[in-house]
């Protein structure tokens, strides 16, 4: 199979097309991160209002740009949604924010055991007979 040469609009067309699907994945990874945060019981409640606010931000018929202008009414929305989460993220606390990264990149649990040894126990209940034989 012989190599073909890309024309420069070729080129540029799948450059635009590429980074594209670049920024919608990262919109999507942001997303998520927000949404780990916001469910995470150790972040406090005052930047919890953050995404609350954008949300009925989104949901209020009043607008900066009107909707009504198609394209530009929706593309308010849409930087208000993405300066929101992104402000949320921001204001999180740092140790949190990291550890949700790690978790959505590596595919790792939140939980990693310490140094020390790992106990395994197994209860088992005794009948006053077995209690017995153990006593003596």
Known sequence: MALQRQSPQE??????????????RE??????????L????????LPKILPLLTVGY???P???IPDVILGLGQLDDLIVLIVGM???????PPALVEEHIRALSGGKTLWSPGAGPVIDIESVTLDDEEKNILEA
């Open 11 to 24: 080129i540029e067309s799948t450059n635009k097309i590429e980074s594209a699907t670049t920024w919608i």
């Open 27 to 36: 919109f999507f990874e942001q997303f998520r991160l927000a949404w780990r």
């Open 38 to 45: 916001l469910v995470d019981k150790r972040v406090p409640f």
């Open 58 to 60: 989104l949901i209020m």
């Open 62 to 64: 009043v607008d900066l």
């Open 86 to 92: 992104r402000l949320f993220i921001n204001i999180c």
